[in-house]
């Protein structure tokens, strides 16, 4: 007897809660797809990383697509952030965590374009170290990466497709951009700067 009375009360317990709109559930778990964007075919073995912040510093949980294609991750205890997926041969790809698409994420990834050049002096050929910065994708939603140059030579292994300004810089030159588009799984090379120093102006001098 005593024990029905208690499943009673739990029982109203629970009734009272709910009908105050207090809902006990489990923690959601982010489920989703990893995909080649060009073939739509499943890709097994990516990484998974979801990134957050917890009192004010970055946080990160890891997973691994199985053999499909598939992938669970456990949030907590966050309740928002990034999924970036990625592996090699392949642009890493970023997702915001909740998606206004849903609670499930179809993941396509792009083949990585890779690109790489020589940064030099203008005036003397010589090899500068300098900085390299690639925006690919639009305005309202692009991608930055940047990278150095050694001994005059860069490269960049991963980039995603799309149109793309390239910015070079080096200690005491004038820096240059160009513009070059990056199409998935093709390799762009030959990307070459040739830097003049600062205050110089192009030109031949005339008597």
């Known amino acids: 007897m005593k024990h029905r009375i208690t499943i009673a009360i739990a029982v109203l317990g629970m009734v009272v809660l709910g009908s105050a709109g207090i809902q006990f559930a489990q923690s959601p ?67 915001r965590w909740p998606s206004k698409k849903g609670s499930f994420l179809d993941v396509e ?18 090899p500068l170290d300098g900085i390299v910065t690639v925006v690919v994708g639009r305005l309202n939603n692009p991608i930055m990466v940047t990278g150095q140059a050694r001994a005059g030579v860069f490269a960049f292994a991963d980039l995603p497709p799309g149109q793309a300004v390239i910015w070079a810089r080096a200690n005491g030159m ?26 110089s102006v192009a030109g031949r001098v005339l008597d």
């Open 109 to 126: 990834i792009d083949r990585a374009a890779p690109l790489s050049g020589r940064l030099k002096m203008l005036e003397t050929d010589q």
């Open 29 to 95: 778990t982010i489920d989703g797809l990893v995909r080649d964007g060009a073939s739509g075919q499943t890709i097994s073995d990516a990484r998974v990383d979801f990134e957050y912040r917890l009192d004010g510093s970055k946080q990160t949980s890891t997973t691994q697509a199985d053999a499909f294609g598939r992938f669970r991750i456990d949030p907590r205890p966050a309740s928002e952030g990034i999924v970036v997926v990625s592996i090699l041969g392949y642009s890493p790809t970023r997702r």
């Open 174 to 199: 004038a820096p240059s951009l160009t513009r070059v588009t990056l199409r998935a799984g093709e390799s762009v090379e030959n990307i070459d700067f040739s830097l003049r120093r600062e205050g």
